[in-house]
């Protein structure tokens, strides 16, 4: 088991600042277009997005799927005010459940089989026990749902360094950060979509560095 890098601090105004700004780098049209290939357009009127950071894509997810109901689950403060403010502006969901929790201690809020679709970005190499946590989204997530992990993957570091590089972390920060941000191969993500009931489980590879895996609840 590869050393745990410790918690990033996601209450950092400059960090939270960041994931707002680098939102269409890291959501592209790579990842549409996987997102697109794995998913369907049916109507979802329960979304929900894990450790969704400043939900910006929890927002365009709702507008996509026709939700009524949006669920932005963090444990920042900042990140879920931000969420808060966004989903209000963006969106015309007629219920926006904003909840503060910590996914490694504390128990979700959310009733069983109540999600439509569950999402979680750039998150699952963050929780301390990834079959754990996909164990309880599976939970609330209803039959015929599905989860969709989107994270950083294992396998290439010459490209994971290059490409951070272009986008701004030097080099070396880049390959120090490489264990922690990919922890994950996309073959150990559909893996543990599997051990926890997933069913159905694809991923697609962006770029070598990113993967979109999907699960569904039958
Ligand atoms: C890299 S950011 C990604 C945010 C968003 N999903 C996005 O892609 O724009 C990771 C987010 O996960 C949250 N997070 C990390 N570990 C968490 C945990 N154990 N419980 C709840 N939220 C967590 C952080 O607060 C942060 O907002």
């Not at 990033?8 to 400059?14: F, V």
């Not at 069983?112 to 079959?131: Q, T």
């Not at 997530?141 to 490209?159: A, L, Q, R």
Request: proline content about 1%.
């Amino acid at each position: 088991m590869a050393h745990n890098h410790g918690k990033d601090d996601w209450t950092d105004d400059e960090r939270v600042q960041r994931m707002v700004k680098s939102y269409n780098v890291r959501y592209d049209d790579e990842f549409w277009n996987a997102f697109e290939l794995l998913t369907n357009r049916d109507s979802r009127s329960v979304v929900a997005d894990f450790g969704c950071g400043p939900g910006l894509l929890l927002a365009d997810i709702a507008n996509r799927f026709k939700a009524h109901t949006a669920i932005a689950l963090d444990e920042s403060d900042q990140m879920l005010a931000l969420a808060e403010t966004y989903l209000k502006e963006r969106t015309e969901l007629k219920s926006i459940d904003i909840q503060k929790v910590n996914f490694d201690a504390e128990k979700i809020q959310v009733d069983s089989d109540s999600i439509d679709f569950a999402f979680s970005g750039f998150m699952l190499h963050e929780v301390a026990s990834p079959s754990d946590f996909v164990t309880k989204v599976y939970k609330l997530v209803k039959s015929n749902g599905i989860c969709v992990v989107y994270d950083f993957v294992s396998g290439n570091e010459e490209m994971f360094a290059k490409t951070m590089s272009e986008h701004g972390m030097s080099e070396e920060q880049a390959r120090k950060r490489y264990p922690h941000m990919c922890k994950h191969s996309a073959d150990d993500i559909v893996e543990i979509l599997e051990k926890s009931g997933f069913s159905d489980c694809r991923a697609l590879i962006i770029g070598e560095i990113r993967a979109v895996v999907v699960g569904l609840k039958r």
